[in-house]
């Protein structure tokens, strides 16, 4: 069977100028730009959705294969260091918990820390499960810092129009034209299906031999012209808006996003050098825009500095992110929700598969479906691993959380977590993004507490058991002396060449 579509891809077109459009600009131009012709066309008159500034540890490596130097792009983007997110009020309508991008503990080749910690719980030896985690006391202390000897896994907040812009510099630098112009009508080829050319309000047409979608939401590419479908996820994620507005800061950067459930969704905070990113994030069928946009006012502290900017968004993924001659990166090709701030990532993600796969001598079937299988999996695991922070509590103060904790979930996620229930152990999917460490943070933080530990604890008799909790959390307080204040820290590093 031929399976190959069409000739060779020599000119490439970004279709829209977000942070999904010109992280793939740079990525591409910098790295296989040499062998293509990329054209990036925004239109000024549609704006970005000026959301999406928390990001997780892998986006450094991203940076790292771009060549980006860190200062300059966190002096670019107002950036500071994020160490996790503080989740408050998930479990019951009154606590706190942390999920950190360090690991906790040392595991043994039989059994990961946290059965070592469940037995060491019940032998009323063990202090709480966060105490043996670097990151996580650091993030609590706020505390940041690292050199050579003492590394820390972290990743940013920023600002996420100034990050547009900074690659922007970088994608240009690199190569990549700029169009200016509102697409107006996508061209397909009615013999093969492709897409043929892209007309702009301004008279211009645009032809290329691949097309990406970084549209957001709307995809014009990849939904409006190629019908690609979507997979609607909204059984599982009852949230569907948010409302989100800037303030001037009152106190210093934390070093961690904070995620705050209400009785119809949640509400962050997200801090920057210069201001604090805040959003409410619910379920339209339980509370309206107005109650939405008024509780995140009488929330917020310091002065906003812009209009609330309101969002409506369809939880689940497009059936087909890659069709034909069109790949769809960011919103354009699903959404899930942002609690877990996973988007960037799968920007990121996609980009570097895209690269893998590139079709340089012509799109094939397969390489489209390698592509689409990879992503689709990928998105399955978040949305296991953000499903569970509804499933998982101990709520039922609203109609919100009695439908979360009654909902019917993923087959998969319903086995992990019975396996967690049942044996302590933590079931890993290749495609999960979220490991072991970020499983039982979360699980346990939600309150689902195993019945079980592996046995290979016993191994170790109560004083040995001991000696090996005493020593991680020595450890880790003794690495925590010497460590600066965040802002301490931050300022004294951006001043640095
Ligand atoms: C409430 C909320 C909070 C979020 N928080 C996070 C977070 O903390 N962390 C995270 O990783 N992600 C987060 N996300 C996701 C994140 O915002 C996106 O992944 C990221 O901003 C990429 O968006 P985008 O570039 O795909 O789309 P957009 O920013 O919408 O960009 C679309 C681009 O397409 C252009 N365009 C559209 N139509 C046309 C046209 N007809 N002609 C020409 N140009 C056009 C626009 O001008 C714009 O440049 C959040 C999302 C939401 C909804």
């Known amino acids: 069977m031929n399976t190959t579509y ?16 010109w992280m793939t600009a740079a990525a591409l131009s910098k790295l296989i730009g040499k062998s293509l012709d ?149 061209s397909v080829d009615q013999a093969t299906g492709f897409i043929s050319s892209l007309s702009l309000d301004k008279g211009k047409t645009l032809t290329a031999d691949l097309f990406i979608d970084c549209t957001g939401f709307r995809g014009l590419l990849i939904e409006q012209a190629l019908h690609s479908g979507y997979e609607d996820w909204s059984h599982y994620m009852l949230c569907d808006s948010a409302v989100a507005m800037q303030t001037s800061p009152t106190e210093a950067p934390l070093p961690y996003t904070r995620s705050i459930a209400h009785d119809s969704g949640w509400r962050w905070q997200i801090p920057l050098q210069n201001r604090v990113g805040n959003g409410m994030v619910y379920s339209s069928s339980h509370l309206s ?34 069709k034909k001659n069109c790949i769809a990166i960011g919103l354009s090709s ?81 086995h992990k977590l019975q396996l967690f229930e049942d044996t302590g152990r933590v079931f890993l999917d290749e495609f999960d993004i979220f490991r072991v460490d970020s499983w039982t943070q979360v699980m346990l933080g939600q309150g689902l507490v195993p019945k079980q530990f592996h046995r290979i604890v016993d191994e170790m008799d109560q004083a040995e058991l001991s000696r090996f909790m005493a020593t991680i959390k020595n450890d880790v307080d003794k690495r925590l002396t010497s460590l600066p204040s965040h802002t301490e820290f931050l300022s004294h590093y951006l001043k640095q060449q």
């Open 38 to 186: 990329i054209t990036l066309v925004e239109s000024d008159q549609i704006a970005t959705i000026g959301v999406g500034e928390a990001t997780i540890p892998p986006i450094r490596t991203f940076h790292r294969l771009l060549g980006i130097d860190e200062r300059d792009f966190m002096r670019a983007t107002q950036a500071t260091f994020k160490l996790g997110i503080q989740f408050e009020n998930w479990r019951t309508a009154n606590d706190v918990y942390i999920h950190s991008f360090g690991v906790t503990g040392r595991e043994c080749w039989a059994g990961e820390f946290h059965h070592f910690w469940l037995k060491a719980q019940q032998l009323g030896i063990a202090e709480a499960f966060g105490d043996y985690c670097f990151e996580l006391k650091a993030a609590q202390q706020q505390k940041f810092g690292f050199n050579e000897q003492n590394p820390i896994n972290f990743a940013y907040h920023l600002d996420a129009i100034g990050y547009a812009k900074f690659l922007r510099v970088f994608a240009e630098k690199h190569g990549v034209k700029r169009v200016e112009g509102k697409i107006d009508k996508v």
């Open 334 to 414: 699903g959404f899930i929700e942002p609690l877990e701030s996973t988007s960037i990532h799968l920007i990121m993600t996609s980009i570097v598969r895209l690269m893998r796969l590139f079709p340089f001598d012509g799109v094939t079937q397969s390489a489209t479906d390698e592509y689409n299988r990879k992503l689709g999996c990928e998105m399955d695991c978040i949305l296991d691993f953000i499903t569970m922070h509804y499933k998982v509590t101990q709520r039922d103060d609203s109609e919100f959380w009695r439908y979360c904790k009654q909902m019917d979930v993923p087959d998969s996620l319903a």
């Open 6 to 21: 069409q000739n060779s891809v020599k000119r490439v077109i970004i279709a829209g100028g977000g942070t999904a459009g």
């Open 289 to 322: 825009k107005e109650q939405a946009e008024q509780r995140l006012r009488e929330n917020v502290t310091g002065e906003p500095l812009n209009q609330p900017n309101h969002i409506r968004f369809r939880p689940g993924k497009r059936k087909q992110p890659w």
